[in-house]
């Protein structure tokens, strides 16, 4: 006798894949690292401009930043956009909606757009992609261009000048206080200093962490979970440190 399956319902599941904030269907689904509650993206991080603990459990999710300790469930989002049918192309036409009703008109407000696709703050606007092509690769084949993307804030300090005689010195940022996506790269990071420091080509630069050298292709998020916290520093933002390469050839 074969056995009859109970037919679920969407709302059999809904328990499990609606926001406890907007109770709506969760949208790109974040999860607090510390609890493992999860939440619409926009929902959690409006919430933790107020507080600093999770709305669901009350427990403290970090002193000072706590959107240090979100991570985007992917994988939930697409068992959700399967679940509910007619939701991602109501989310996708909404976003549309929303870019061109806020599509730049400016020069400026096009390059801190592009800025944002690079994962990097809008200040650096201006200096990033003035020929409009691809820099380095980095953005290249990524549809959402890090917006979706953990932030994670550093402070760029300048060691003092080792450079010799002659040579095109470095200087300090006006701005040495960033947030950015935490999948940026050092060499985005050094792209980021010779661009805003107005260095040649040719100029080299060193990333550090705690006197450490970071290889090229290490992003903030590694640098961070390896170098800075396991260092025991528990300050914040992340400190990284950059100086003209020495040569010891």
């Excluded at 991602?88 to 944002?116: L, M, T």
């Excluded at 820099?135 to 760029?156: F, M, N, T, V």
């Excluded at 979970?225 to 440190?241: I, K, Q």
Aim: proline letters at 4%.
């Amino acid at each position: 006798m074969a056995a009859t399956g109970r037919r679920h319902l969407v709302r059999d599941f809904n328990h499990f894949i609606t926001c406890y904030l907007c109770r709506g269907y969760l949208i790109k689904p974040t999860t607090v690292t510390e609890c493992l509650h999860t939440f619409c993206k926009s929902c959690i991080v409006q919430h933790f401009e107020e507080s600093n603990d999770c709305p669901r459990c009350g427990i403290q999710v970090h002193e000072t930043n706590p959107l240090e300790m979100l991570r985007l469930d992917n994988t939930l989002e697409e068992i959700i956009f399967k679940l509910v049918p007619g939701l991602r192309e109501k989310e996708e036409q909404q976003e549309v909606d929303f870019w061109k009703k806020n599509q730049p008109r400016e020069n400026g407000q096009a390059e801190s757009v592009r800025c944002q696709r690079l994962g990097l703050p809008p200040d650096v606007g201006g200096d990033y992609g003035g020929d409009g092509g691809d820099d380095d690769g980095e953005d290249a084949g990524d549809d959402d261009y890090h917006r979706s993307d953990p932030q994670i804030a550093i402070c760029l300090d300048c060691l003092r000048n080792t450079a010799q005689s002659g040579e095109t010195s470095v200087t300090d940022l006006m701005k040495r206080f960033i947030r950015c996506s935490s999948r940026v790269t050092v060499g985005t990071i050094k792209k980021f200093l010779s661009l805003k420091l107005k260095l040649p080509s040719s100029y080299e630069l060193d990333v550090l962490c705690n006197g450490e050298i970071m290889g090229r292709d290490h992003t903030l998020e590694f640098i961070y979970m390896t170098r800075w916290r396991l260092h025991g520093d528990n300050t914040y933002p992340m400190v990284l440190e950059y100086r003209p390469r020495i040569d010891f050839g």
